[in-house]
């Protein structure tokens, strides 16, 4: 059974600085593009960043540019989101992907495994 778990999350003020990490069981990524997204209450599930599988090609959402940063351990089958400047509107549930593809995407209907998301809440 694959599953994708999330964890480091929590509350943190402005300015302050979080890490997330996904941790694969079941299968493999090694070979697959992983992404995070996120969802806020009332809002879609957006992008946040996207890493290819061999962290080579890396893709942002412009709202977090210069102050997220995604990368990959693919011994340890896990994904990390490293946060930093964290403003109030990045709270949100973040939820870790898996694709099938070995690029990463924007679409969410690309992602075909997802975890049960981790909760972000930045306090002004």
């Known amino acids: 059974q694959v599953q994708l778990v999330e964890s480091g999350g929590g509350l943190v003020q402005a300015g302050g600085s979080l890490r997330l990490s996904c941790a694969a069981s079941?299968?493999?990524?090694?070979?697959?593009?992983m992404g995070w997204f996120r969802q806020a209450p009332g809002k879609e599930r957006e992008f946040v960043a996207a890493?290819?599988?061999?962290?080579?090609?890396?893709d942002y959402a412009g709202s977090v540019k210069g102050r997220f940063t995604i990368s990959r351990d693919n011994a340890k089958n896990t994904v990390y989101l490293e946060m930093s400047s964290l403003k109030p509107e990045d709270t949100a549930v973040y939820y870790c992907?898996?694709?099938?593809?070995?690029?990463?995407?924007?679409?969410?209907?690309?992602?075909?495994?997802w975890g049960q998301g981790t909760q972000v809440t930045v306090s002004s």
């Open positions: 079941g299968r493999t990524f090694s070979s697959n593009a």
């Open positions: 890493i290819s599988w061999n962290g080579g090609s890396i």
């Open positions: 992907a898996a694709s099938m593809a070995m690029y990463g995407s924007r679409w969410y209907a690309d992602y075909v495994y």
